[in-house]
């Protein structure tokens, strides 16, 4: 059973007043809006006349901070110019409530670079020491130290089966793909 609208989209905050000729809002953030989420989401719905939620393109995002307060200044598809933007004042912006939160998965950089030291575990013995975590935009990689030398292993399912923080243990699998063993 599909969910309900309500249930579906989660209000983030409201236009304010336009900002120059060209369609450029002001955007009032309310408690449910995070910071980056204009910078990482595509689409928010806006409700039309007729309190349908109709989807808006967010085309650009520019910020400004004065006096300790951040101010957004948003450009949507649909708004074209000063009479919309005066039109649109004060209408509800909505988020996908699947997305937002998909979204706002933590950051685990901070855990990925903890395990600086650890031991590498492969076939049941020691394999090797993490000595550092390149950070890659495709996934990080540990750089481990072996008795062969150095040896970049992935941080991805196919060669990380899962991290011992107790143990302080990096469990790997097919390795082998990776070097001549």
């Keep these: 059973m599909a969910p309900l609208a ?8 409201r236009i304010g007043k336009p900002r120059g000729l060209d369609g450029v809002v002001r955007f009032m953030p309310n408690e449910n809006f995070t910071d980056g989420l204009l910078e990482q989401a595509e689409i ?10 109709v989807p808006a393109r967010i085309l650009s995002v520019q910020t400004e901070a004065k006096r300790n307060q ?26 996908d409530r699947n997305e937002l939160e998909s979204l706002l998965i933590p950051d685990h950089s901070e855990e990925e670079n903890s395990i600086a030291g ?8 020691k394999f090797g020491e993490v000595l550092d975590i390149i950070e ?32 302080q243990i990096v469990y790997c699998k097919n390795l082998n793909q990776l070097t001549d063993l």
Excluded: C
């Design 6 to 13: 309500k249930d579906r989209f989660i209000e983030i905050g």
């Design 44 to 53: 928010l719905y806006m409700r039309n006349s007729r309190a349908d939620l």
């Design 70 to 95: 951040q101010t957004f200044f948003v450009k949507f598809d649909m708004i074209t110019g000063r009479s919309d933007a005066e039109a649109a004042m004060n209408r509800a912006l909505f988020a």
């Design 118 to 125: 650890y031991t590498i575990w492969y076939d049941g013995k």
């Design 136 to 167: 890659n935009p495709a996934h990080p990689i540990i750089e481990t130290r072996h008795t062969i030398g150095s040896l970049l292993i992935p941080m991805v399912n196919e060669y990380v089966e899962h991290t011992d923080h107790e143990k």
